[in-house]
Every structure is written in structure tokens, then in C-alpha cells.
């Protein structure tokens, strides 16, 4: 299998959305940001089943509470990686230390990537940015995992649209630096 | 110098995973399932939904061993002696001996044992003549994976009850041993249970790395890991015994301020003591809770204890995922403890000092959360 690399403007915010979300088209909804949310998913956890059951628990969770999204809110994509960034938060305070025989890093905002399946230029970016404080890796990940503009991610973390810009800079300079 | 473009390029370049093939189309099988019901949306008293299980597909905790073969049984005493989990052991020492032999597409699967009681099913399996574990970059074998059904004597599968789904294995040579756990609601009744296999080997292939963008001449990318699942059909019929333990629904509460604290059920079997609790706070909503000091890293702010005996509990799995859909005793969590008790009778107390809850899935976790302070004590006696 060949995966396809879909490059996304990051600097487009979300457009042309409704106001409320229709049922009849959460399949196209899912379609639509199914990569993102796995990305954002699997930069945070340790496998990609892990990564895909939380997957699957954000959709259960939007599909669920398709009611409750308002457009106001930062938009679906932006919505949905809230849903995802607490599940992760809450699949890692279930988790069951003493079961986790590999000695794998559960700690929350961790960038938890298997360095052998990646090559050697991320694995080591990615180590990098698994060394940052929380917040700057919270940032970094929802934008450049998950695709979200600062704004967007304001909405995800609850923080100021300059607040999340400042954390993304610092972010990018102290990986500028290491590099 | 490495400009500001570079790493963002690179950043998006090393975040670009790709889901395995097996495990997006488990993923969208699984939210077409979703889709298809919609009545779930706006109904109230609708079905609690359970945290997502991933059916039997899973990637396990890998131990690797060095020197001589250990044999099926030895390398699965190893894993339950590795475990931490006092629990498992038991479970494993108490299991049913089966010793079932089942080949097919040249695999062979044993199933050496199986276990039962009202919190846990365990079955330990060996997995023979597998093709050559595929190696990662660093020169060490993928482990072990598999897909399988299990149906309790009623029928049941253990999507519809379990809670959680845990497997370790442990390789050596030409043998792989699997220990997996469900936790859960067991249905208490004797009888046969069926345990099917389809797919089992290496999932190395389903990864693809996101550098594999379109007109990327990386070798890795020409030639990426096979894909070394064998698909086959491995069926096990075997009979337990009724599953051991003692199920209670006490309702009792206890209010501090605002917040009640209501036990509905208290599971107690040899492998572990699992605590149903759920928290309404007068005038709020209640989306989810936990006993902790803040939303952060998770400390288990509790305690089980029977009489002088304590019972440490280092995991919960939030029961109720739709407030809409939450009962009379509002928010419910399960909390599950490492070790167990062969009798129930005595005084059981559960203590919450401190718990910190939240009134929207939706919202941003702040780091604190909203915090209240108890304690909270549960009492339930069994003669």
C-alpha cells in the first residue's frame, strides 16, 4: 500500500460550515477529518490501535453530541480535536501502569512515537518535541498533527488566539535551536 | 542553519502517520456502525455507551526473552509472574487446564488455559509456525497480533460486556504465548464458551510511513515491512464452571456539600474487587469525574478496604459517556483494583477524599477542573 500525504494549508481557517451539524452527514464529516484526528491521536499514544480506538471513541463521543457543537466554537475540525484531546487525557489517567510490561511512557502531552517506524530525521524531531514543556508540545501537535490554525486551537485548550501563537514560537524556536 | 520553514516542514513530515490498512477499515466499519443509528442523538435513558473496545485486534506489551526455549506454558508463567498484577496470577494459577490444539492455513494455536470468575476472563494461548516475525529498523521482531471472538455461554460477545481488553505476549523462537484479559460484567452462569481466531501474526505492513507521499523515491517506501497476518479459522469450544465472586447493589450514598456519592454495585471475585459509583451534584451537570486534585496527571485519590485489608485500585472506565443518558445516581464510574478476594463477607468501605468532575466532554479540559473536597465514605456489610 502507498499512503498519499495530503499537504493542508494550515493558515486557512474553517470555512463554509453550517451553523449546527446534520446526522444524515456525519459519513462525510468522519471522511473529511478521519486522517487529522488520527494523526493528532497517534502522536500522543504509543500504537496505532491505541491510537485508532481512540479514534473511533471521538467519533462515538461527536456523533453523540452533534447537538451540542455550535459553529461559534471554533468550527468541526476544531471541535472534534477538543473531543479527541480529551480522550486522550482520559485514556491515559484509565490506564493501567503496572500492565504496560514494554516500559512505555504514558505521561500526558508526550510525544510517544515508535522511532522504528520512523525514519531517522523524525523520530528525532519528534523526540524533540516530546522534551518540550506541555504546553508548547499541546500547541504544536494540535496544529501540526491535527492542522489547526492558532485561532482553532484557542478553542480546543482554552487559551487566547496569541497566547497559543506565542507557545507554538517558542515552540518553534527552541526546535530551531536544537536543530 | 535550519530556517523556521524546515522544521515546520519536517514537523508536518514526521507527524504524517498513516493508519494501518487493517485498522482504518476497522475504524471505518466501526463509525459506520455509529452512523447508523441515529436515534442514539437526542434519546434519553438510551443505553450508556461503553468505552470503545477495539475487538481482539491488539498490539500487545512485548517481553522478549534470550537463551532457551521456555515452552508455551513457561513463557505464559512468565508473563503472569512479570504482570505486577496480583490478580492475573491467580487467575492463571486457578485457570482451567485445556491444552486445545487447532491448525489451520499452517498455523497452529493452543489454548492452554481458560478462567472465569465475575470480573476477569482470561484465556492463555501459544501461536505455532508463524512466518518469521518481520524485523523493525532497529533489528528487533514486531510483536505479535490477532483478531478473535469470544462468546460467553449465552452468547454474548465480550464487545457487549467487557470494558477493557488487554493482551501480553512473550516470544521465543518459533513460539509466541498471549495472555488476554477482559474485564467486565462476566455473565455468572456455567457453560461453553467459544473462542474463534481469523487473523494472527504480524501487522508490520499496516503501517506505511508518512513520508510515502506521492513521488517519494525513499526505498522504504518502494519496499515497506510485509504484511505477515495469516488468515485462517481457529475454533475453541471449551466449558468453565460458574464464574466465582459476588455481585452487590447496595445504593448507598453519602452527601458532602452539593456532591453524592451513590455505590450501586460492588463485584467482588478472587481476581478483583470492581466498585460502581456515580456522583450527582445538586444543581450542575456531571459529564465526568474522577477522584483526584485536578484534571492532570491521574492519582486514584481512594481507597477500598474490608476490614483491616486494603484493596489498591489503579484504574476506572467511565461508564455513563452521555450525561443525557445517566440514571438516578448521575455521573457512574467503575473502579477496578489489582488483586481480589475469594469470600465477600465483611465490611467493605469505600473512602473518596477529594474528586474533581467536569460539566461538558466537550468542553476544554482545564487543568484543574472543578475540585471538591470530601470524604466520602461507602459502607456496605456482608454478613
Known sequence: MRATLVEKDLGQPVQSEAERLDPSEFGLLYERHRLSVYRYLRARTHSDADALDLAAETFERAFTGLGRFRRRDGGVQAWLLRIARNAAIDAHRRHRPTVDLAGADAHLGRVAVEADRRDQASAEILDLVGRLPADQQDALLLRYAGGLTAKEIGFVIGKREDAVQKQIERGLAALREAF | ?383
Open chain 2, 1 to 383: 542553519m535550519t530556517t523556521t520553514d524546515e522544521i515546520e516542514t519536517r514537523l508536518v513530515r514526521a507527524l504524517s502517520f498513516e493508519p494501518s490498512a487493517d485498522g482504518l477499515r476497522w475504524l471505518d466499519q466501526r463509525i459506520a456502525q455509529v452512523a447508523a443509528r441515529p436515534a442514539v442523538i437526542a434519546r434519553r435513558g438510551a443505553s450508556p455507551l461503553r468505552r470503545i473496545l477495539r475487538p481482539l485486534a491488539l498490539v500487545a506489551a512485548l517481553l522478549l526473552l534470550a537463551g532457551a526455549v521456555a515452552g508455551g506454558v513457561g513463557l505464559l508463567d512468565q508473563i503472569f509472574e512479570s504482570s505486577g498484577m496480583p490478580g492475573w496470577r491467580i487467575a492463571w494459577d486457578r485457570a482451567e487446564r485445556l491444552d486445545i490444539k487447532q491448525t489451520d492455513a499452517g498455523v497452529t494455536i493452543t489454548l492452554e488455559r481458560a478462567y472465569a470468575d465475575l470480573n476477569h476472563v482470561l484465556v492463555g494461548f501459544t501461536v505455532e509456525d508463524l512466518p518469521a516475525a518481520p524485523l523493525s529498523g532497529h533489528g528487533e521482531p514486531y510483536p505479535i497480533e490477532w483478531r478473535a471472538e469470544l462468546r460467553d455461554p449465552t452468547g454474548r460477545t465480550a464487545e457487549q460486556w467487557a470494558t477493557s481488553g488487554t493482551g501480553t505476549t512473550v516470544a521465543d523462537a518459533n513460539l509466541s504465548a498471549v495472555g488476554n484479559f477482559w474485564e467486565g460484567a462476566v455473565t455468572p452462569v456455567a457453560g461453553t464458551w467459544v473462542l474463534t481466531f481469523t487473523s494472527v501474526g504480524f501487522n508490520a505492513g499496516g503501517f506505511v510511513s508518512g513520508e510515502c507521499y506521492v513521488g517519494n523515491t525513499d526505498p522504504a517506501c518502494e519496499n515497506p515491512p510485509p504484511h505477515a497476518m495469516v488468515d485462517g479459522s481457529w475454533r475453541f469450544e471449551f466449558a468453565l464452571p460458574a464464574p466465582a465472586g459476588t455481585v452487590l447493589s447496595p445504593n448507598v450514598s453519602d452527601t458532602q456539600g452539593q456532591a453524592t456519592l451513590t455505590l450501586t454495585e460492588l463485584r467482588i471475585s478472587p481476581t478483583m474487587i470492581t466498585a460502581r459509583i456515580g456522583l450527582r451534584v445538586a444543581g450542575s451537570t456531571v459529564a465526568d469525574w474522577g477522584p483526584a486534585i485536578g484534571w492532570g496527571p491521574w492519582v486514584h485519590n481512594m481507597s477500598i478496604r474490608r476490614d483491616d485489608t486494603a484493596y489498591d485500585s489503579n484504574s476506572s472506565t467511565h461508564v455513563t459517556q452521555d450525561p443525557d443518558a445517566q440514571g438516578p445516581y448521575g455521573d457512574v464510574n467503575e473502579f477496578m483494583t489489582i488483586a481480589g478476594a475469594d469470600v465477600a463477607t465483611g465490611s467493605w468501605e469505600i473512602e473518596i477524599s477529594e474528586l474533581t468532575y467536569r460539566s461538558s466532554i466537550y468542553d476544554p479540559i482545564e487543568q484543574e477542573g472543578i475540585h471538591l473536597s470530601g470524604p466520602w465514605a461507602l459502607t456496605v456489610t456482608v454478613p
